[in-house]
Protein backbone atom coordinates (compact mmCIF):
# COMPACT_ATOMS: atom_id res chain seq x y z
CA UNK A 1 0.00 0.00 0.00
CA UNK A 2 2.88 2.48 0.60
CA UNK A 3 4.55 1.48 -2.50
CA UNK A 4 1.22 1.87 -4.11
CA UNK A 5 -0.15 5.13 -2.71
CA UNK A 6 3.25 7.09 -1.85
CA UNK A 7 5.38 6.04 -4.19
CA UNK A 8 7.79 5.13 -1.83
CA UNK A 9 9.92 1.73 -0.85
CA UNK A 10 10.72 1.48 2.87
CA UNK A 11 13.15 -1.01 3.33
CA UNK A 12 14.72 -3.74 0.52
CA UNK A 13 16.28 -7.27 1.02
CA UNK A 14 17.58 -7.26 -2.40
CA UNK A 15 20.96 -7.64 -0.69
CA UNK A 16 20.04 -10.77 1.47
CA UNK A 17 20.27 -14.51 0.27
CA UNK A 18 17.05 -15.75 -0.01
CA UNK A 19 14.64 -12.86 -0.40
CA UNK A 20 11.68 -12.82 -2.40
CA UNK A 21 11.10 -9.30 -4.66
CA UNK A 22 13.26 -7.47 -1.78
CA UNK A 23 10.49 -7.65 0.43
CA UNK A 24 11.03 -10.74 2.77
CA UNK A 25 13.98 -12.40 3.55
CA UNK A 26 14.88 -16.26 4.81
CA UNK A 27 17.62 -15.10 7.21
CA UNK A 28 15.62 -12.15 8.86
CA UNK A 29 12.43 -14.15 8.81
CA UNK A 30 14.03 -16.76 11.07
CA UNK A 31 15.35 -14.71 12.92
CA UNK A 32 11.84 -12.60 13.56
CA UNK A 33 10.35 -16.05 14.77
CA UNK A 34 13.25 -16.38 17.05
CA UNK A 35 12.08 -12.82 18.72
CA UNK A 36 8.57 -14.37 18.91
CA UNK A 37 9.09 -17.51 20.29
CA UNK A 38 11.36 -15.09 23.16
CA UNK A 39 8.19 -12.61 23.39
CA UNK A 40 5.38 -15.43 23.78
CA UNK A 41 7.24 -17.78 26.10
CA UNK A 42 9.81 -15.27 28.29
CA UNK A 43 8.37 -12.02 28.07
CA UNK A 44 4.32 -12.11 27.74
CA UNK A 45 4.00 -14.63 30.84
CA UNK A 46 5.72 -11.50 32.97
CA UNK A 47 3.84 -8.44 31.19
CA UNK A 48 0.83 -10.33 31.70
CA UNK A 49 1.15 -10.87 35.10
CA UNK A 50 1.51 -7.39 36.15
CA UNK A 51 -1.66 -6.18 33.31
CA UNK A 52 -3.56 -8.50 35.66
CA UNK A 53 -3.10 -6.65 39.08
CA UNK A 54 -4.07 -3.01 37.35
CA UNK A 55 -7.72 -2.04 38.07
CA UNK A 56 -10.49 -2.30 35.41
CA UNK A 57 -10.60 1.36 35.40
CA UNK A 58 -7.22 1.82 34.66
CA UNK A 59 -6.39 -0.52 32.39
CA UNK A 60 -9.70 1.20 30.07
CA UNK A 61 -8.04 4.98 30.79
CA UNK A 62 -4.55 3.19 29.52
CA UNK A 63 -6.01 1.98 26.34
CA UNK A 64 -8.31 4.52 25.49
CA UNK A 65 -5.08 6.92 25.99
CA UNK A 66 -3.16 4.67 23.69
CA UNK A 67 -5.52 4.17 21.20
CA UNK A 68 -5.62 8.09 20.91
CA UNK A 69 -2.04 7.82 20.94
CA UNK A 70 -1.47 5.78 18.19
CA UNK A 71 -4.39 7.48 15.83
CA UNK A 72 -2.84 10.93 16.07
CA UNK A 73 1.04 8.98 15.49
CA UNK A 74 -0.58 7.13 12.61
CA UNK A 75 -2.13 10.50 11.00
CA UNK A 76 1.16 12.23 11.51
CA UNK A 77 3.16 9.48 10.06
CA UNK A 78 0.88 9.49 6.85
CA UNK A 79 1.41 13.25 6.18
CA UNK A 80 5.09 12.72 6.68
CA UNK A 81 5.02 9.73 4.14
CA UNK A 82 3.26 12.07 1.99
CA UNK A 83 5.05 15.16 2.00
CA UNK A 84 8.44 13.30 1.38
CA UNK A 85 7.00 11.90 -1.72
CA UNK A 86 5.90 15.55 -2.23
CA UNK A 87 9.43 16.41 -1.70
CA UNK A 88 11.21 13.90 -4.05
CA UNK A 89 8.65 15.21 -6.72
CA UNK A 90 9.62 18.71 -6.24
CA UNK A 91 13.47 17.65 -5.61
CA UNK A 92 13.04 16.19 -9.07
CA UNK A 93 11.32 18.79 -11.57
CA UNK A 94 13.36 21.86 -9.90
CA UNK A 95 16.37 20.37 -8.84
CA UNK A 96 18.25 23.61 -10.19
CA UNK A 97 16.53 25.94 -7.41
CA UNK A 98 16.65 23.77 -4.47
CA UNK A 99 19.75 25.03 -1.78
CA UNK A 100 21.62 22.78 0.59
CA UNK A 101 20.26 24.34 3.20
CA UNK A 102 16.99 23.40 2.32
CA UNK A 103 18.06 20.02 1.61
CA UNK A 104 19.22 19.69 5.11
CA UNK A 105 16.23 21.15 6.60
CA UNK A 106 13.28 18.50 4.77
CA UNK A 107 15.92 15.55 5.85
CA UNK A 108 15.85 17.26 9.43
CA UNK A 109 11.56 16.85 9.26
CA UNK A 110 11.92 13.16 7.92
CA UNK A 111 14.39 12.27 10.76
CA UNK A 112 12.37 9.58 12.01
CA UNK A 113 10.93 7.94 8.95
CA UNK A 114 14.75 8.62 7.66
CA UNK A 115 16.41 6.82 11.10
CA UNK A 116 13.63 3.69 10.44
CA UNK A 117 13.50 2.91 6.82
CA UNK A 118 17.15 2.38 5.00
CA UNK A 119 15.93 2.78 1.64
CA UNK A 120 14.44 5.93 2.18
CA UNK A 121 17.47 7.18 3.62
CA UNK A 122 19.67 5.99 0.59
CA UNK A 123 16.53 7.65 -1.67
CA UNK A 124 16.94 11.09 -0.10
CA UNK A 125 20.70 10.84 -0.10
CA UNK A 126 21.06 9.89 -3.54
CA UNK A 127 18.61 13.05 -4.62
CA UNK A 128 20.43 15.21 -2.54
CA UNK A 129 23.91 14.13 -3.90
CA UNK A 130 22.81 14.77 -7.52
CA UNK A 131 21.83 17.99 -6.75
CA UNK A 132 24.67 19.45 -4.71
CA UNK A 133 26.85 17.57 -8.25
CA UNK A 134 24.67 19.40 -10.63
CA UNK A 135 23.60 22.81 -8.94
CA UNK A 136 25.98 24.95 -10.39
CA UNK A 137 25.63 23.48 -13.64
CA UNK A 138 21.56 23.98 -13.60
CA UNK A 139 22.02 27.36 -12.49
CA UNK A 140 20.36 29.04 -15.57
CA UNK A 141 17.01 26.89 -15.75
CA UNK A 142 16.35 29.05 -12.42
CA UNK A 143 14.18 31.48 -13.64
CA UNK A 144 12.24 29.23 -16.14
CA UNK A 145 11.76 26.88 -13.30
CA UNK A 146 10.43 29.56 -11.22
CA UNK A 147 8.25 30.41 -14.42
CA UNK A 148 6.70 27.11 -14.16
CA UNK A 149 6.03 27.06 -10.51
CA UNK A 150 4.13 30.51 -10.87
CA UNK A 151 1.98 29.22 -13.97
CA UNK A 152 0.96 25.74 -11.84
CA UNK A 153 -3.08 25.55 -12.08
CA UNK A 154 -2.64 23.18 -9.00
CA UNK A 155 -2.35 25.78 -6.19
CA UNK A 156 0.86 25.09 -5.03
CA UNK A 157 1.65 28.76 -6.03
CA UNK A 158 5.16 30.13 -5.38
CA UNK A 159 4.27 31.99 -2.13
CA UNK A 160 3.46 28.69 -0.51
CA UNK A 161 6.57 27.45 -0.76
CA UNK A 162 8.00 30.26 0.40
CA UNK A 163 9.69 28.92 4.07
CA UNK A 164 7.34 30.51 7.01
CA UNK A 165 8.67 31.52 11.05
CA UNK A 166 6.50 30.86 13.92
CA UNK A 167 8.09 34.27 15.78
CA UNK A 168 7.36 36.53 12.39
CA UNK A 169 3.62 35.34 12.03
CA UNK A 170 3.05 36.03 15.80
CA UNK A 171 5.42 38.59 17.41
CA UNK A 172 2.40 41.08 17.92
CA UNK A 173 0.65 38.74 19.84
CA UNK A 174 3.35 36.99 21.49
CA UNK A 175 4.53 41.16 22.76
CA UNK A 176 1.73 41.98 23.91
CA UNK A 177 1.35 42.48 27.72
CA UNK A 178 -2.16 41.66 28.43
CA UNK A 179 -1.68 38.38 25.69
CA UNK A 180 1.31 37.67 28.25
CA UNK A 181 -0.91 38.09 31.75
CA UNK A 182 -2.61 34.43 30.39
CA UNK A 183 0.84 33.05 32.57
CA UNK A 184 -0.71 34.12 35.56
CA UNK A 185 -3.74 32.05 34.93
CA UNK A 186 -4.06 27.49 35.39
CA UNK A 187 -5.39 25.87 32.18
CA UNK A 188 -4.99 22.16 32.45
CA UNK A 189 -2.76 21.93 35.31
CA UNK A 190 0.09 22.24 35.78
CA UNK A 191 0.08 24.54 32.48
CA UNK A 192 -0.93 27.79 32.27
CA UNK A 193 -3.18 29.22 29.33
CA UNK A 194 -0.19 30.42 27.85
CA UNK A 195 1.52 27.90 27.81
CA UNK A 196 -1.49 25.50 26.42
CA UNK A 197 -1.99 28.58 23.62
CA UNK A 198 1.58 28.18 22.53
CA UNK A 199 1.59 24.26 22.20
CA UNK A 200 -1.91 24.82 19.99
CA UNK A 201 -0.22 27.26 17.90
CA UNK A 202 3.09 25.40 17.37
CA UNK A 203 0.96 22.22 16.46
CA UNK A 204 -1.18 24.43 14.10
CA UNK A 205 1.90 25.91 12.69
CA UNK A 206 3.78 22.85 11.79
CA UNK A 207 0.72 20.78 10.34
CA UNK A 208 -0.33 23.90 8.74
CA UNK A 209 3.10 24.51 6.88
CA UNK A 210 3.02 20.40 5.48
CA UNK A 211 -0.61 20.48 4.61
CA UNK A 212 -0.50 23.81 2.31
CA UNK A 213 1.70 22.05 -0.06
CA UNK A 214 -1.63 19.33 -0.56
CA UNK A 215 -4.56 21.85 0.54
CA UNK A 216 -5.06 25.65 0.18
CA UNK A 217 -4.36 26.77 3.56
CA UNK A 218 -4.04 30.13 5.56
CA UNK A 219 -0.70 29.18 7.52
CA UNK A 220 -0.85 32.78 8.96
CA UNK A 221 -4.51 32.68 10.08
CA UNK A 222 -4.53 29.66 11.53
CA UNK A 223 -1.29 30.01 13.76
CA UNK A 224 -2.70 33.04 15.09
CA UNK A 225 -6.10 32.00 15.18
CA UNK A 226 -4.63 28.98 17.06
CA UNK A 227 -2.39 31.37 19.70
CA UNK A 228 -6.05 33.16 20.27
CA UNK A 229 -8.10 30.97 20.92
CA UNK A 230 -7.82 30.61 24.95
CA UNK A 231 -7.56 34.55 25.48
CA UNK A 232 -9.81 34.68 28.14
CA UNK A 233 -8.31 36.19 31.38
CA UNK A 234 -9.20 34.11 33.90
CA UNK A 235 -8.46 30.86 36.04
CA UNK A 236 -11.85 28.27 34.89
CA UNK A 237 -11.32 26.41 37.74
CA UNK A 238 -12.54 28.89 39.96
CA UNK A 239 -16.10 30.84 40.61
CA UNK A 240 -15.90 33.65 38.39
CA UNK A 241 -17.04 37.23 40.06
CA UNK A 242 -19.91 37.59 37.83
CA UNK A 243 -21.42 34.47 38.60
CA UNK A 244 -21.10 33.12 35.24
CA UNK A 245 -20.95 29.25 34.65
CA UNK A 246 -20.44 27.20 31.58
CA UNK A 247 -16.84 27.95 30.70
CA UNK A 248 -16.59 25.42 27.73
CA UNK A 249 -19.59 27.15 26.28
CA UNK A 250 -18.73 30.68 26.90
CA UNK A 251 -15.27 31.00 26.68
CA UNK A 252 -14.61 31.16 23.03
CA UNK A 253 -16.97 34.06 22.58
CA UNK A 254 -15.29 35.75 25.37
CA UNK A 255 -11.43 34.98 23.72
CA UNK A 256 -12.77 36.35 20.50
CA UNK A 257 -14.24 39.32 22.42
CA UNK A 258 -10.87 40.14 23.83
CA UNK A 259 -8.60 39.23 20.75
CA UNK A 260 -10.44 41.57 18.65
CA UNK A 261 -10.14 44.15 21.38
CA UNK A 262 -6.31 43.52 21.40
CA UNK A 263 -5.53 43.09 17.72
CA UNK A 264 -7.18 43.71 14.26
CA UNK A 265 -8.31 39.84 12.92
CA UNK A 266 -9.65 39.14 9.88
CA UNK A 267 -12.81 36.99 9.78
CA UNK A 268 -10.67 33.78 9.09
CA UNK A 269 -9.20 34.09 12.30
CA UNK A 270 -12.04 35.17 14.19
CA UNK A 271 -13.74 32.06 13.01
CA UNK A 272 -11.09 30.07 14.19
CA UNK A 273 -11.49 31.72 17.91
CA UNK A 274 -15.14 30.73 17.95
CA UNK A 275 -15.61 27.82 16.70
CA UNK A 276 -12.16 26.20 18.33
CA UNK A 277 -14.69 24.39 20.90
CA UNK A 278 -16.69 22.27 18.11
CA UNK A 279 -18.36 20.27 18.77
CA UNK A 280 -19.11 20.85 22.10
CA UNK A 281 -20.78 23.89 21.17
CA UNK A 282 -22.87 23.97 18.02
CA UNK A 283 -20.72 26.78 16.08
CA UNK A 284 -19.83 24.83 13.37
CA UNK A 285 -15.91 25.08 12.09
CA UNK A 286 -16.52 27.42 8.86
CA UNK A 287 -13.07 26.93 7.32
CA UNK A 288 -10.19 24.66 6.84
CA UNK A 289 -7.93 26.16 9.21
CA UNK A 290 -10.50 26.37 11.95
CA UNK A 291 -11.19 22.29 11.82
CA UNK A 292 -7.09 22.03 11.56
CA UNK A 293 -7.22 24.28 14.89
CA UNK A 294 -10.14 22.54 16.86
CA UNK A 295 -8.49 19.26 16.21
CA UNK A 296 -4.88 20.78 17.22
CA UNK A 297 -6.56 21.55 20.98
CA UNK A 298 -8.05 18.21 21.23
CA UNK A 299 -4.53 16.86 20.58
CA UNK A 300 -2.74 19.39 22.34
CA UNK A 301 -5.50 18.79 26.01
CA UNK A 302 -5.04 14.43 25.26
CA UNK A 303 -0.67 15.32 25.14
CA UNK A 304 -0.99 17.67 28.55
CA UNK A 305 -3.21 14.81 30.24
CA UNK A 306 -0.56 12.08 29.16
CA UNK A 307 2.13 14.18 30.70
CA UNK A 308 -0.17 14.84 33.84
CA UNK A 309 -1.05 11.27 34.25
CA UNK A 310 2.76 10.25 33.76
CA UNK A 311 3.72 13.02 36.43
CA UNK A 312 1.37 11.83 38.88
CA UNK A 313 2.38 8.10 38.04
CA UNK A 314 6.52 9.64 38.45
CA UNK A 315 7.16 8.19 35.04
CA UNK A 316 8.45 12.00 33.74
CA UNK A 317 8.75 14.89 35.31
CA UNK A 318 6.87 18.51 33.98
Given at each position: ?132 EKQAALE ?146 SSREAFL ?26
Amino acid sequence: MLERFFNLQLWSYHDTPLNYNGRVALPFSLLWGGLGLVFNYYLHPRVESVLLQIPLGLKILLVTIFTIYFVIDLVHSTILLHQIDISLRFINKISGNLETPNLHSARVSFRRLISTYPKIRHTLTESVSFIQEKQAALEHLKRDSLEKIRSMKSGKCLERMVPLNFTDLTKDILEHPEFQQLANFTHHRPFSILEHSLHVAHLTFSWSCKLRFIINLDVRSATRGALLHDFYLYDWHLPRPDGSRWHGFRHPRIACQNAERCFDLNPKEKGIIYTHMWPLTVSWPSSREAFLVSFADKVATVQEFYVRIGYLLGLKSI
